[in-house]
């Protein structure tokens, strides 16, 4: 068997409007702006994508799902998204390595620090 991870959904109020956040926060290019679905990939041809598709409901809940990201200056990343629109996540965050934000229709991810050796 196989399977290639070809992306992940991503419900939103504004696809196209949650879909431009995303890719001028990572970096990545749109394949597909259509009133039913938005997609960014790293580049046109590699997977994999964040697809964007309008729901009629709003967050409500914490994501079950969230991606990280790791940075090679995580001060400098996590304040370059709050630049962009992104806000600390209002729940409890401890003393840990990452900082959790929210994107601008509050779905939560974390900017982690510096990876540690595991030799």
């Known amino acids: 068997m196989s399977l290639e991870w070809e992306q992940v959904i991503v419900d939103a109020a504004d696809a196209a409007a949650l879909g431009r956040w995303w890719a001028e926060a990572l970096g990545w290019v749109v394949v597909n702006d259509s009133a039913e679905e938005f997609e960014i990939r790293p580049e046109q041809d590699r997977l994999p994508g964040l697809l964007f598709v309008p729901v009629p409901e709003g967050k409500t809940i914490k994501n079950r799902l ?3 990201f ?9 304040a370059r ?4 629109g992104a806000r600390h996540w209002d729940g409890a965050q401890g003393e840990f ?4 934000l ?3 229709e509050g779905n939560e991810f974390c900017v982690l620090g510096e990876r540690r050796s595991h030799i």
Do not use: F, K, S, Y
Request: proline share 13%; net charge negative.
């Open 66 to 68: 969230h991606l990280d």
């Open 102 to 104: 929210v994107d601008p």
């Open 81 to 84: 998204l709050l630049a962009l």
């Open 97 to 100: 390595p990452w900082v959790t």
């Open 70 to 78: 790791r940075p090679d200056d995580q001060a400098a990343e996590v």
